[in-house]
């Protein structure tokens, strides 16, 4: 079945670590993206991508940073530098522009 | 930027009417999505309104009003299951263009028997 995957389901951050979350999708779709949720929040976009090797910072991309190096591939690197990691991060493709976003199941991020 | 506006919270009953309203102020619009996400779950794509207004899909409907806008989400015959969070997010073509969303805070609707 085509789709998108995250993982880990859950991840613990120690202070000063960086975390990679994985998104990999087989849709073929050409634009990614990443959301960080808060509680009772909607959906911040972090980072996206619109095609390999090219990504535009969304609204709150400080302390994260992203790699395009495949088209199934999105990874989001959580940095040190991001000082409140604890989120819920959603990752989201979409192949056309009038089409939907699709989402993965998430990751849901800790500080240990 | 943009601007999203939902109410936070609404109460309905099984087997009524609910309608949720959004409200945004964009430079340019470009087409307006509905999502339903349960508590801890990812969103589910509902309904999209790139035109005035209404699109129908089964038990779910969306009407749109760009001169005004103003979009509403249409939930008939309620079931428990439709207890969720639904989410406003409108897309705008003068940030670079693409399938950027910006997404409201989402509104929880809580169906009661």
């Known amino acids: 079945d085509g789709g998108i995957t995250q993982s880990p389901k859950y991840l613990f951050r120690k202070e000063g670590q960086n975390v990679t979350l994985s998104c990999e999708q087989n849709?073929?779709?050409?634009?990614m993206y990443w959301y960080r949720q808060d509680p009772g929040q909607g959906l911040r976009l972090i980072y996206y991508?619109?095609?390999?090797?090219?990504?535009q910072k969304g609204d709150i991309a400080e302390g994260y940073s992203v790699s395009r190096e495949k088209k199934e591939s999105f990874p989001l690197t959580v940095t040190s530098a991001q000082k409140n990691p604890t989120a819920f991060y959603l990752c989201?493709?979409?192949?056309?522009?009038?089409?939907?976003?699709?989402f993965g199941d998430g990751t849901r991020l800790s500080i240990l | 930027g943009q601007n999203i506006d939902q109410p936070t919270e609404m109460t309905a009953t099984e087997g009524a009417i609910v309608q949720i309203n959004c409200t945004y102020q964009?430079?340019?619009?470009?087409?307006l999505f509905w999502y339903q996400q349960h508590a801890g779950e990812a969103p589910t794509f509902l309904s999209y309104?790139?035109?005035?207004g209404l699109e129908e899909k089964g038990r779910f409907s969306s009407f749109l009003s760009r001169s005004k806008g103003y979009s509403y989400l249409l939930l008939k015959e309620l079931q428990m299951k439709d207890s969720a969070s639904y989410l406003c997010?409108?897309?705008?073509?003068?940030?670079?263009?693409?399938?950027?969303?910006?997404f409201g805070t989402g509104t929880q609707l809580k169906v009661e028997l």
């Open positions: 997010a409108v897309r705008d073509q003068g940030r670079g263009g693409g399938n950027k969303l910006t």
């Open positions: 849709l073929n779709h050409d634009a």
């Open positions: 991508s619109q095609i390999v090797n090219d990504f």
């Open positions: 989201a493709s979409t192949g056309d522009r009038d089409q939907p976003q699709h």
């Open positions: 964009t430079s340019g619009f470009n087409g």
């Open positions: 309104n790139v035109l005035d």
